[in-house]
């Protein structure tokens, strides 16, 4: 038996617990995992709450990332021992996720925990800032640079948001953050921000 959050759905709406649950429930997939660390991403707390359609079948685990260790393996590139991360792939929506104790998965979903980083440093990145590297990389890779001029990040403050403007600043980029939340420009400024944009600017006509 080990703990997940549960999502049920019924007659009388959907509800959510605690709860204990068999190794015999996990789903299909060929590599079962010691959840040491997930996150709880926005994507979750919609789940949770049922404020969207995030969920498409139930009962379901919520979690779209975890990070832990591989107890039992029948695929070829994992082996009980390694330690390994996920984000995506449907889990917490079509696939139970991360917020359990186990979760057993397929094992082309999964990469490697980097060894520079404990599983608890992985999730506190999550998927946020997995998202926000990506986004950077793919500027670069694009041929963006510095000297070009300044880059725009909207929704500075949110977890993406916030993780892109400390990549960008640290990559000598000078970085402009929009953000509809106007207190906050301070702590913009203390991830590197060069410039702070009301979002209402934005959206101003002309």
Same mark, same amino acid.
């Given at each position: ?105 397929? /094992?082309?979903?999964? %990469?490697? $925990? ?7 440093? #992985?999730? @506190?990145? +999550?998927? !946020? ?31 993406? /948001?916030?993780?892109? %403007?400390? $990549? ?7 970085? #402009?953050? @929009?953000? +509809?939340? !106007? ?24």
């Amino acid at each position: 038996m080990f703990s997940a959050v549960v999502i049920n759905k019924g007659e009388s709406g959907q509800s959510v617990a605690l709860t204990q649950v068999d190794e015999s429930q996990l789903p299909e997939g060929d590599v079962t995992i010691d959840v040491e660390y997930s996150t709880l991403n926005y994507k979750d707390g919609l789940a949770i709450t049922g404020s969207s359609p995030v969920v498409r079948k139930f009962p379901m685990v919520p979690g779209i990332d975890l990070a832990g260790v591989v107890r039992e393996s029948s695929h070829a590139d994992w082996k009980a021992g390694d330690r390994v991360i996920l984000n995506g792939w449907g889990v917490g929506e079509t696939h139970w996720g991360g917020l359990a104790q186990k979760a057993r998965l397929k /094992g082309e979903w999964l %990469v490697p $925990l980097p060894s520079a980083f404990s599983s608890r440093q #992985a999730m @506190a990145i +999550g998927t !946020a800032g997995y998202t926000a590297s990506l986004c950077v990389d793919a500027l670069l890779a694009h041929g963006v640079r510095p000297e070009q001029g300044e880059v725009l990040v909207t929704g500075a403050t949110g977890g993406v /948001g916030s993780v892109a %403007v400390a $990549l960008l600043v640290k990559a000598g980029f000078s970085v #402009a953050a @929009a953000t +509809g939340k !106007a207190a906050e420009a301070d702590y913009l400024k203390q991830l590197g921000a060069s410039t702070i944009i009301d979002r209402a600017e934005l959206a101003a006509p002309g």
